[in-house]
């Protein structure tokens, strides 16, 4: 199996994210094709991370399947063999799309991203210290780094086209789409952080929060679209590490993040673009953290040919 930095696939290229390539597939399906590019610090490195393309995507297919009673979904397939037969252009290029691409129904996306916090950390983590809120909201007083959100928070932020995300209010949202559907997303949000979280927590992995996002399909329902429930959409934390009052590990970047902070502390990265080069052992180790928390979670290996 390829590693990969970027697909190039003969279909219309819709948009290139840090991580994603989404392309038509026709005028109701996207192909959503995770590359194995990382991101730390908000800087793309150079290495692709081995596997870590297929472990988004097959955890997200995990995610969908499983949680197919709580929500509906725009998943479709993220089987290779179904998504060539239902896609034949793409067989000339299999080695691109196994395992890290997912057919989707496309949908008309809401404008927002239905994070859910358990524990607050992050952005959440720096308002909350500077001045007790979240998003302009009183929290509760006494909070720490880390501390446990119980019951966990609906904290929605605007999709920014580049930079970071705003935190925005629930009226906020209930202003732009309405009380109902606002209320819907926000319900929906909690249902399936709590039996994803729940189910992760009991296999040692933490989600602290976790970006949702929502889209209206073509009979006007919501459905969740996009990742679910992947280190790259959420906080993984080891739960065996975990101690309030401190910024936590990360389950799937910290041999990454560690090499990173090392080279800053020497004065031999600034932390800007271009990034350094990682060496072999980094990378190794970065992969092996993805497949530890795909095997974690889903209780199995990733398949080999995935
Ligand atoms: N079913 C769907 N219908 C319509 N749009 C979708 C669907 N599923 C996902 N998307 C959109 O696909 C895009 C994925 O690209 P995105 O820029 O998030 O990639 P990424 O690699 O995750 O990058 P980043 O790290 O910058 O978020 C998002 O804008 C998301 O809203
Ligand atoms: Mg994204």
Known sequence: MAVLTESRLPLPLVRKGKVREVYEVDADHLLLVASDRVSAFD????????RKGAVLTQLSAFWFERLAGVTASHYVTADTDQIIERVPELEGVRSQVSGRAMLVL???????????????????????????????????????????LEPPIFSPATKAESGHDINVTFDAVAKAMGAETATRLRDLSFEVYRAGGTHASERGIIIADTKFEFGFDQRGALRLIDEVMTPDSSRFWPADQYEAGRVQPSFDKQPLRDYLAALRSK??????APPPRLPSEVVTATSARYLEAYRRITGRDLPEEA
């Open 267 to 272: 004065g031999e990265w600034n932390g800007e």
């Open 106 to 148: 496309r949908t008309n996306p809401v404008a927002f991203e239905c994070v859910v916090r358990g524990y607050i950390s992050g952005s959440a983590w720096n308002e909350y210290r500077d001045h007790g809120t979240l998003a302009g909201e009183k929290l509760a007083p006494g909070l720490v780094q880390s501390s446990r």
């Open 43 to 50: 800087i793309v490195m150079a290495e692709p991370i081995p």
